[in-house]
């Protein structure tokens, strides 16, 4: 359910940013990515403090209670297994989405492109 609600937000997200701001979300880590690179060190981890994304990512952790302890399981930041599953579709969404502009600029350039004989 949160992976699918999290996938969902992530395409709505891609269709209203910029271009640059899509292509940031697109290269954020995210929380399992950044505990396999640090290797389970997750001290630093905390999207509600990003640069760019931070407003956001606080108002959906609020919209939908995302930190909040799962089962009893938290770690320091309270990033929970919900609010896991809920970030990797998000991040799916917003992957896919940038994979789709993608191909259609692809198909674009091509059918515009002067063809040499």
């Known amino acids: 359910m949160w992976y699918q609600r999290g996938k969902k937000d992530g395409l709505d997200f891609a269709r209203q940013a910029s271009y640059d701001t899509l292509t940031y979300a697109a290269k954020m ?26 407003a956001y990512f606080s108002e959906m952790a609020r919209r939908y209670k995302l930190t909040r302890p799962a089962d009893g399981r938290r770690d320091s930041l309270g990033i929970n297994p919900v609010y896991q599953q ?7 969404g917003v992957c896919d989405y940038m994979t789709k502009v ?11 492109s002067p063809r040499s004989n």
Do not use: H
């Open 102 to 112: 993608g191909d259609w600029i692809g198909r674009l350039t091509r059918a515009y």
């Open 29 to 54: 880590e995210t929380f399992q990515e950044f505990a396999r690179r640090s290797n389970g060190d997750i001290e630093g981890y905390d999207p509600t403090r990003d640069a760019v994304l931070g």
């Open 86 to 92: 809920w970030e990797y579709g998000w991040s799916e």
